[in-house]
């Protein structure tokens, strides 16, 4: 079974950093892309980074910069590093992969190039002084 289960997030000031970690089970990490995307309350879902079987990042311009995307193959794992948080990057963050499962539902993010098949329950970053 496909799963990832994400963990890292809580509350920061402004200007502080986050490593959100995710750790996946049902496949390897290292056969698929494997990124992050969130959601703000009364907002849409907004695609972060992703990065592909053959190492190529991807970052929304946004964020560029500020976030760096990882994986860890012998923990079969995926890491998001955000530095310089702002009060905006409040949201529930997702780990995702391009590993479809047996349910239809996709995900694309018009500013990345990774549709994604299978994401976590999402931990929430707070961003406050």
């Known amino acids: 079974q496909v799963q990832l289960v994400e963990s890292g997030g809580g509350l920061v000031q402004p200007g502080g950093s986050l490593r959100l970690s995710c750790v996946a089970s049902?496949?390897?990490?290292?056969?698929?892309?494997i990124g992050w995307f969130r959601r703000a309350p009364g907002k849409e879902r907004e695609g972060l980074a992703c990065?592909?079987?053959?190492?190529?990042?991807y970052y929304t311009d946004f964020d560029k910069g500020r976030f760096t995307v990882s994986r860890d193959s012998a923990n079969n794992s995926g890491y998001l590093q955000m530095n310089i948080l702002k009060p905006e990057d409040n949201a529930t963050y997702y780990c995702?992969?391009?590993?479809?499962?047996?349910?239809?539902?996709?995900?694309?993010?018009?500013?990345?190039?990774?549709?994604?098949?299978?994401w976590g329950q999402g931990t929430q970053v707070t961003v406050s002084s």
């Open positions: 995702a992969s391009t590993k479809r499962t047996s349910s239809s539902t996709t995900y694309r993010p018009p500013t990345l190039p990774c549709t994604f098949g299978s």
């Open positions: 049902g496949f390897t990490v290292d056969e698929f892309a």
């Open positions: 990065l592909d079987s053959g190492g190529t990042a």
